[in-house]
Each structure stands twice: as C-alpha cells, then as structure tokens.
C-alpha cells in the first residue's frame, strides 16, 4: 500500500501544502493549468526555493490584483464547476474542502451554509490553494494519507471580525476531532485553510512515523522565518513496511471502578462502542482495602481519544484515566459474502501474508437467518464457513498482501469492526505565519 505522511511539526496551511505537494514531484505544469481552467483574471502563480530554519524547501505562491469581494460558498462553487481544466476526483476534493470550511463558518457563527460569506477563505489566493492541494492529492495517487497532531500556534491574530485568541473559532471548529499539540510560538501556526484540508484528506492520525519504506520527501515552507524551528510541513511519500498492513497504532484508555454496577457499566460500553471505540472490555481486580473492581479498557484510534474519554467521565465515577499509545498486529480485511442454502451471509475475510484466509460470518446475518429458518445458531455459522472453504480459492495468489486490490472479495466496503487487535478568516495574508 502506498500512503502519504504529512508531519505538520509547525503546523500546516494551503500554500505550505502546496509547495510540499509540488517537491514531492506533483507535476507543476498540471497545477498550472487546473489553476488557469478556473478562469481567474491576472492570477499567476510562482513557485521558489527557499530556506526556513536552515532547510531547504519550497515556497508556492499566488500573485493576483487586488480584490475587496467576499464571496459566498455559492460563487466559489460556480467558480470550481465551470473549470474544464479538471477531473471529476479533482473538483469533488476541492469542493469538499471548501464544503468544511462553510460548514464550521456556519456553526461559530450562527448561521447557515448558504448565508455565510468567506472572508481570507474566499479570497483569490485561498481558491487558489485549495484547488491546487485537490489536484495535487489527486495526482499524487497514493491509498492513505496519515497526518501528526497538529499545532495550532500561540498568541492573537486580527481577522475581519476583531482581535481573536489563536486558535481562532473557525480553525479549532474545522479540527475538532483532529489531535492537537502545544508548540509554544506565539504565532498562527496552522491556518483555516490548512486545517480544512487536513480534515477533508486525511484518512487517519498517528503520533509517530508509520512503518514505512520512504522514496519521495517533501517540504513546503511557510511565509515567516521562525529563530527556534524551521517553518515547514514535511510530506513523505512511500509503501508501507514488509509486512505492511498487519500492524498499526491504537491507543489504551484505561480506568479502575470500583463503585460502578453492572448496568452503567454495560450502558457505557455500549456508548463507547457506538462513538467508534474499537473495542471495549473489563478485567476483574482487587482495590485498596482488599475491594473488589475492574478494569475499564477501551482501545481506539488516536482522534477518537477525547470524544471517549468525555463518555468515560460523564458516565463513570473515575477521576483519572490511563492513555498509552500501543501497537497491534492485525490480520488485513475486508468484507465478504458467502452463498448458502439459506441465502448469503455478510462477513470479513481476514489474511495475512503466506497464509491462508480466514472467514468470520457476521452475528446479525447469521441470527436472521438461524430465526427464518429455525435452525440453531451454531449450524448458520457453520453453513458459512463451510459455504467458504468449497468456494475455488486461490490462498496464494488470490489474497496476496502484494496485491492490494482484494479481488477475493465480494463486498468491498471495509468493515471496522470491534476488536482489539485492530468564517471569519483573517486578514493578514493567508500564506503561512
């Protein structure tokens, strides 16, 4: 699987993704021209080469006349969607991103979609920006993005409406649910435009490097030169580890009860699960005093962490939660369906490289048919899994972990199931700090 690393160590903006995208080898030539199909009058854009805290990296940048217009999501759509210059892939990224940016315009201020008027976002230089990252992703043709936490930045900025605290409401809206980290530089480090993007590509986070081979580096610098650390986003670009695929990074929330009954607890596993926990279990201990408890354990991903520990503490009587980052290995998966005399039956076909597959049926399907028919439970699963090793598979060829098309399965929605081993918009220039 070939994915895409953005370490955003000083944060991340449109320009600044840009330029990564352009030193990662996105074509400039194609940038150009989906830029000039927008049909935006005296835009030109200009690519450099500079230097940020002693490192190389590239600076894009958006020449334009001077414009006073704040325009409404409506005109940014027409704008996009009378380009002919690009793909479907192209202009449905595009308008996503700028879909996030109205959407949580809309919410800190009040109003609705279709009334809120951008201000930065809806400048030339933001469209500009915004349409080059979706082509460049696009073009990029990589399977997953992973992302780092993100840094907001420190200190106040001045946007149309006022002086605001950094972040500032359309930019912590536009992350919430993203992980961020405190990096102590009284500046704007990541901008709404950067933030839009890294909510509308980014497939996962992760706080650490993932296991893999390296081939292509990135770096898009940012506007400002900063005395303590070099001002850029770091794109790597590469294939996953040997082995790749079977493991990954979770995180470990844990909690000891010792007052909780049966029923909250339940209630709260079930509250977890349902706002994406991973997996949720209990283990049986002895407390101080010699007092029975257990131990609340929920494995997540890492973005998931602060929704779940919000249910744990409304829920629960805890007065600290445990967190640690781990690794698991993890069977690759997929959905899958088998035939049966009873009618097909959903599941997850399940493999690791050199071995065979392994096929798991779904409890659901399986129960209704075990009532439809009246049959036990236990003879629905088997029907399943013997539904399954008659079918003519190729364990070798068919499930390799080089091939990542997954042409042995059926159905082709992942399935996430739950188990442990798995505007305003400112007025200084929208270019990075």
Avoid at 83 to 89: E, I, K, M, V
Avoid at 373 to 391: C, G, N, R, T
């Amino acid at each position: 699987m070939r994915i895409a690393y953005l370490n955003c160590a000083s944060g991340i903006s449109g320009d600044m993704t840009v330029a990564a995208l352009i030193d990662a080898g996105v074509d400039v030539a194609a940038l150009r021209a989906g830029i000039e199909s927008l049909n935006l009058p005296g835009v030109t854009i200009h690519v450099d080469e500079v230097m940020r805290g002693g490192f190389r990296a590239k600076h894009f940048r958006v020449e334009h006349p001077e414009q006073h217009a704040h325009r409404h999501l409506s005109d940014i759509q027409r704008i996009i969607n009378k380009s002919d210059g690009l793909t479907d892939d192209q202009r449905d990224l595009a308008l996503r991103i700028f879909g996030a940016v109205a959407l949580a315009e809309a919410t800190v201020h009040g109003t609705s979609i279709e009334k809120i008027h951008f201000h930065e976002v809806g400048a030339i230089d933001s469209i500009v920006d915004i349409t080059a990252a979706a082509i460049g992703f696009d073009l990029l043709g990589v399977d997953e993005i992973v992302c780092s936490p993100i840094p907001t930045g420190r200190g106040q900025v001045r946007i149309a409406h006022g002086v605001c605290s950094v972040p500032t409401p359309g930019t912590i809206e536009l992350l919430k649910g993203v992980p961020l980290v405190d990096v102590p530089v009284e500046a704007e480090l990541t901008t709404p435009t950067g933030a839009a993007i890294v909510k509308t590509v980014v497939d996962r986070f992760a706080t650490s490097l993932p296991e893999m081979t390296v081939d292509t580096i990135g770096y898009g610098a940012g506007a400002r030169d900063f005395d303590d650390r070099a001002n850029v986003v770091q794109l790597l670009i590469g294939e996953l580890a040997a082995e790749a695929g079977s493991t990954d990074s979770v995180m470990l929330l844990e909690t000891n009860l010792d007052d909780a009954t049966g029923e909250v607890i339940g209630y709260t596993k079930r509250a977890l699960l349902a706002a994406g926990a991973l997996d949720v279990y209990t283990t049986a201990i002895q407390m101080k005093k010699d007092r029975p408890g257990i131990i609340l354990s929920v494995i997540c991903n890492l973005e998931d962490v602060p929704a779940l520990e919000t249910i744990l503490f409304n829920e629960t009587s805890t007065f600290g939660i445990r967190r640690q980052s781990i690794q698991r290995s993890v069977r690759l998966r997929t959905a899958y369906t088998v035939e049966t005399d009873f009618g097909p039956i959903k599941g997850k076909l399940g493999w690791r490289p050199e071995e065979p597959a392994i096929f798991t049926p779904e409890y659901d399907d399986c129960v209704e048919i075990a009532k439809a028919h009246d049959l036990p439970l236990q003879d629905v699963y088997m029907a399943a899994k013997v539904a399954f090793l008659l079918e003519d598979h190729d364990d070798e060829d068919e499930c390799d972990d080089d091939d990542h098309d997954h042409d042995c399965a059926h159905d082709h929605d992942h399935d996430h199931d739950h188990d442990g081993g798995h505007d305003h918009d400112h007025d200084h220039p929208h270019d990075h700090g």
